[in-house]
């Protein structure tokens, strides 16, 4: 069914089969474009409904939000006790998921597999996978369903075919930043970037605070040119992530547990604070695929 209410789409519960007669639970959430005068009127509901990805990992289930910013979709796979095949939801109107996409991949959970084509690439937990535009079966599956493989993606509209490639930390571009006397000690892993992969627009890496650290991007910085997704993990069920988002003088926040996500408008600071450390996966799409592009906004000018 498609249930159309304020403003977003979900296409709920689609079963869908494929090649070796698997079946996958699909849901897939329309989220339209918000403007930055708009949502300076936004109440705490508005804003998470807007913004906040609350369900992202659900057993035996590929859950995705469709974003109009930049037409990024962010979502997660959980193949708990069979193997799931990501299709292409209703509001493609492609014959498959990656026919006109790239796509990112993280494994967050145990370790778990990713079958493009009749290629398998096993990931083990914060490994990544970039898979190109053109590849027709892309399928996630569990070595073990008592501990399943937590796939979190995002993707990216692609305009060439870019091929397919595994990735872990130890091929990333590494940043040390921050300090423990900031509060906002960590490590940025740019795995799926330029540098890497050959990707058309999308960016995705891994930023891990360090013990005792609590404050992620800071200073704050919008970059008009891309909007970003944040997907935050490694939260304990006691803790919580307070993100922060919004024009820097016109700031608002959202409180965030393990595996959620959050879009960020290009309009939009992306920053948070938390109870603990955490780790969380940032990715980006837009106009350009320059890291750097940042627009800073100097800490004392934040309202």
Wanted: charged share 25%.
């Amino acid at each position: 069914p498609l249930l159309c209410r304020r403003g977003w789409h979900s296409f709920a519960g689609r079963p869908t089969s494929h090649k070796n007669n698997i079946m996958a639970k699909i849901n897939c959430t329309v989220r339209q474009a918000s403007s930055n005068v708009d949502a300076k009127n936004y109440d705490t509901q508005r804003i998470r409904q807007e913004y906040l990805v609350e369900n992202v990992m659900v057993p035996d289930e590929i859950n995705m939000v469709y974003s109009m910013f930049d037409r990024i979709i962010a979502g997660g796979a959980v193949p708990a006790t069979e193997p799931l095949m990501l299709e292409a939801p209703e509001i493609l109107r492609a014959e498959y998921f990656t026919q006109r996409r790239e796509l990112g991949i993280f494994n967050v959970g145990g370790a778990g597999s990713v079958i493009v084509g009749d290629e398998e690439y096993h990931l083990d937990y914060k490994e990544a996978l970039y898979v190109g535009r053109g590849n027709r079966h892309v399928t996630f599956k569990s070595d073990d369903p008592a501990a399943p493989a937590h796939f979190y993606f995002c993707s990216a509209t692609a305009h060439k075919e870019t091929g397919v490639k595994k990735v872990s930390k130890k091929d990333a571009v590494v940043m040390h930043c921050g300090s423990l006397e900031e509060a906002n000690e960590r490590t940025i892993n740019r795995l799926l970037v330029k540098e890497v992969v050959p990707c058309c627009q999308l960016q995705m890496g891994m930023t891990e605070l360090a013990p005792g650290s609590t404050w992620n991007t800071m200073p704050a910085h919008t970059h008009n040119r891309r909007m970003e997704v944040y997907f935050y993990f490694e939260v304990p069920q006691k803790d919580a992530v307070c993100h922060f988002m919004g024009e820097p003088q016109e700031t608002r926040h959202i409180w965030m547990h393990n595996e959620q996500a959050v879009i960020s408008p290009q309009w939009s600071i992306h920053s948070a604070c938390a109870t603990r450390n955490y780790t969380f996966i940032w990715g980006m799409c837009g106009e350009n695929d320059d890291y750097n592009d940042m627009d800073w906004v100097a800490t004392p000018d934040l309202r």
